[in-house]
């Protein structure tokens, strides 16, 4: 309790740091935000001009296909704001700086992982949960539903928690960062619709290999009545696995740290 | 023409410098391309479904033309000139015997070489593992309209990006972010380049219309997959054409203003 306490404390003096560097440069916070914003409106309409044309996809109605892009946004945005520090975490091992994060008495990964928390991403969540589940909330959803899909949103968030110390743990060892994110990212982005509309073999890669289904499409499934509770069970254990792995990961990788150019 | 010539080789050599670079920029085109042909598919299951005036074969076609189209149109250098005036590093060009304009068309002829030749083989991959039913245009004066609305599209795109870029002249720190905004939110979805723009509601298309985005993507393609014809092509392209004219315009009016406030920091 304690230890959760101290870590708590110091992601907030450092979030509270990374925010500061960022209202320094109001412009591009500013142009940064309105950018967000447009990406996601013009998404949000295409969603709802396509489904007044249609009717459905991929045998989704217009609030369904809405909750499924809702669902990935929050997802997406909240993986941002917590873990935007692994966008800066190559400079720290390309010039040897890592070495100052390794003699500090926190947790590497921690400082690596959610050391710069994204304020642009922190003003979009708020409405953005709002409108979540406003959207779901028109599928009159039941209380276990519910308290299923904020389960599996839960994981997803774990699942790209994952993922990120993955991409790390691959930075300390090959140096390569930027390209990793990105790629995952755009992965991530197949995630935007149902991921019924993808074929086999597709679908079965991006459900299980790179569980962008379990961390996006399964939590709107189950609001929808679609997920058993087995179903539940087993990803929820598929997230725990998956984060357990990519813990061993990091500590494998941390053992090929270098300190070059230190 | 011999310096311009030089260039455009040092150029196609320089992006095999970064080879990760590119091959990482054209998976992740291909990615893009995934997703837009699973969702066209779905919507299309039944081969007669007809929807915004596509069939499954002309929305299928949409989706593979924007990979050419953005290889064409959006694959440019010139995202680098706010780097080059935030650091200084532009004063070199201003004191050679080169227009830095000329230079910079010349880098962009070079990377859309180099990215058409990728997007054609991937192209090819994709065709043979999707299968898809494409719409093949065979009327040569439809192609030739296509061809020129092309052209068109390639200056309308240098010209914005320029002036994008531009505006590091008064924000130096905030180029990129310029570009983020209106190159990589606006200009990608207001062209076409992530859906039809002719799903939206009427209104909406006759203002965009008025405007030069879509014709960097979606008017070529339009003309291509004979949504429209006749009057309305040449209506097109003499609006694609007066834009081109403001924008270059506007670009020769920046770089003036732009060059008298530029000190060179950092030099």
């Given at each position: 309790?304690?230890?959760?306490?101290?870590?708590?404390?110091?992601?907030l003096?450092?979030?509270?740091?990374?925010?500061?560097?960022?209202?320094?440069?109001?412009?591009a916070?500013?142009?940064?935000?309105i950018?967000?914003?447009?990406?996601f409106?013009?998404?949000?309409?295409?969603?709802?001009?396509?489904?007044k044309?249609t009717?459905?996809?991929?045998?989704?109605?217009?609030?369904?296909?809405?909750?499924?892009?809702?669902?990935?946004?929050?997802?997406?945005?909240?993986?941002?704001?917590l873990?935007?520090?692994v966008?800066?975490?190559?400079?720290?091992?390309?010039?040897?700086?890592?070495?100052?994060?390794?003699s500090?008495?926190?947790?590497?990964?921690?400082?690596?992982?959610?050391?710069g928390?994204?304020?642009?991403?922190?003003?979009?969540?708020?409405?953005l949960?709002?409108?979540?589940?406003?959207?779901?909330?028109?599928?009159?959803?039941?209380?276990?539903?519910?308290?299923?899909?904020?389960?599996?949103?839960?994981?997803?968030?774990?699942?790209?928690?994952?993922?990120?110390?993955?991409?790390?743990g691959?930075?300390?060892?090959?140096?390569?960062?930027?390209?990793t994110?990105?790629i995952?990212?755009?992965l991530?982005?197949?995630?935007r619709?149902?991921?019924?509309i993808?074929k086999?073999?597709?679908?079965?890669?991006?459900?299980f290999?790179?569980?962008?289904?379990?961390?996006v499409s399964f939590?709107?499934?189950?609001?929808?009545?679609?997920?058993?509770?087995?179903?539940?069970?087993?990803s929820?254990?598929?997230?725990?696995?998956?984060?357990?792995?990519?813990?061993?990961?990091w500590?494998?990788?941390?053992?090929?740290?270098?300190?070059?150019?230190? | 023409?011999?310096?311009?010539?030089?260039?455009?080789?040092?150029?196609?050599?320089?992006?095999?410098?970064?080879?990760?670079?590119f091959i990482?920029?054209?998976?992740?085109?291909i990615l893009?391309?995934?997703?837009?042909?699973?969702?066209?598919?779905?919507?299309?299951?039944?081969?007669?479904?007809?929807?915004?005036?596509y069939?499954?074969?002309k929305?299928?076609?949409?989706?593979f033309?924007?990979?050419?189209?953005?290889?064409?149109?959006?694959?440019?250098?010139?995202?680098d000139?706010?780097?080059?005036?935030s650091?200084?590093?532009?004063?070199n060009?201003?004191?050679?015997?080169?227009?830095?304009?000329k230079?910079?068309?010349?880098?962009?002829?070079?990377?859309?070489v180099?990215?058409?030749?990728?997007?054609?083989?991937?192209?090819t991959?994709?065709?043979?593992?999707?299968?898809?039913?494409?719409?093949?245009?065979?009327?040569?004066?439809?192609?030739?309209?296509?061809f020129?609305?092309?052209?068109?599209?390639?200056?309308?795109?240098?010209?914005?990006?320029f002036?994008?870029?531009m505006?590091?002249?008064?924000?130096?720190?905030n180029?990129w972010?310029?570009?983020?905004?209106?190159?990589?939110?606006?200009?990608?979805?207001?062209?076409?380049?992530?859906?039809?723009?002719?799903?939206?509601?009427?209104?909406l298309?006759?203002?965009?219309?008025s405007?030069?985005?879509?014709?960097?993507?979606?008017?070529?393609?339009?003309?291509?997959?004979?949504?429209?014809?006749?009057?309305?092509?040449?209506?097109g392209?003499i609006?694609?054409?007066?834009?081109?004219?403001i924008?270059?315009?506007?670009?020769?009016?920046?770089?003036?203003?732009?060059?008298?406030?530029y000190?060179?920091?950092?030099?």
């Open positions: 309790m304690k230890n959760i306490k101290k870590y708590l404390k110091v992601w003096i450092m979030s509270k740091n990374s925010f500061l560097a960022v209202f320094n440069q109001r412009t916070l500013s142009v940064f935000l950018g967000k914003l447009l990406r409106f013009f998404f949000f309409g295409f969603i709802v001009f396509l489904l044309g009717k459905s996809l991929a045998g989704y109605d217009l609030n369904q296909t809405l909750l499924f892009f809702l669902t990935f946004n929050l997802i997406d945005t909240i993986s941002q704001f873990f935007r520090e966008y800066r975490f190559r400079p720290l091992i390309v010039s040897g700086g890592f070495d100052l994060v390794l500090k008495p926190i947790s590497a990964l921690f400082r690596s992982l959610m050391g928390a994204d304020v642009i991403d922190l003003i979009t969540i708020v409405p949960t709002i409108a979540t589940f406003y959207v779901a909330g028109l599928l009159n959803p039941s209380i276990l539903q519910t308290t299923f899909y904020i389960l599996l949103v839960l994981n997803g968030l774990i699942i790209a928690a994952a993922f990120h110390i993955f991409v790390l691959l930075g300390i060892i090959s140096l390569e960062i930027d390209h994110i990105m995952y990212r755009d991530f982005n197949l995630g619709f149902p991921i019924d993808y086999e073999p597709l679908r079965g890669f991006i459900t290999l790179i569980p962008i289904g379990i961390m939590p709107a499934k189950a609001i929808m009545g679609m997920m058993s509770p087995l179903g539940v069970i087993w929820l254990a598929f997230g725990g696995l998956l984060l357990f792995l990519s813990f061993k990961f500590n494998f990788a941390l053992k090929k740290y270098t300190s070059a150019s230190s | 023409m011999n310096k311009y010539l030089q260039i455009f080789k040092l150029s196609f050599q320089q992006e095999f410098a970064y080879r990760l670079n990482m920029w054209r998976v992740r085109n893009q391309i995934i997703l837009t042909f699973f969702l066209w598919s779905s919507v299309f299951k039944n081969p007669q479904t007809e929807v915004f005036g069939n499954q074969e929305i299928l076609t949409y989706v033309g924007i990979l050419i189209l953005r290889a064409i149109v959006f694959s440019a250098r010139a995202v000139v706010a780097g080059e005036i650091n200084g590093a532009i004063s060009f201003l004191l050679k015997p080169v227009s830095y304009f230079y910079w068309a010349t880098r962009d002829v070079a990377s859309k180099l990215n058409l030749s990728f997007s054609v083989i991937e192209i991959l994709l065709f043979l593992i999707l299968k898809p039913n494409l719409f093949l245009q065979t009327n040569l004066v439809v192609l030739f309209a296509v020129i609305s092309l052209i068109l599209a390639v200056v309308l795109f240098f010209c914005l990006l002036i994008t870029n505006s590091a002249f008064w924000m130096p720190e180029g972010a310029a570009q983020f905004l209106f190159i990589v939110i606006i200009t990608d979805f207001l062209s076409g380049g992530v859906f039809p723009l002719d799903i939206m509601p009427l209104v298309q006759k203002v965009l219309y405007t030069p985005f879509p014709y960097l993507l979606f008017f070529p393609l339009q003309i291509y997959l004979g949504k429209i014809a006749g009057l309305e092509i040449i209506r392209l609006t694609s054409f007066a834009w081109v004219f924008l270059l315009m506007i670009l020769k009016f920046t770089w003036a203003k732009g060059l008298r406030r000190s060179a920091e950092g030099r």
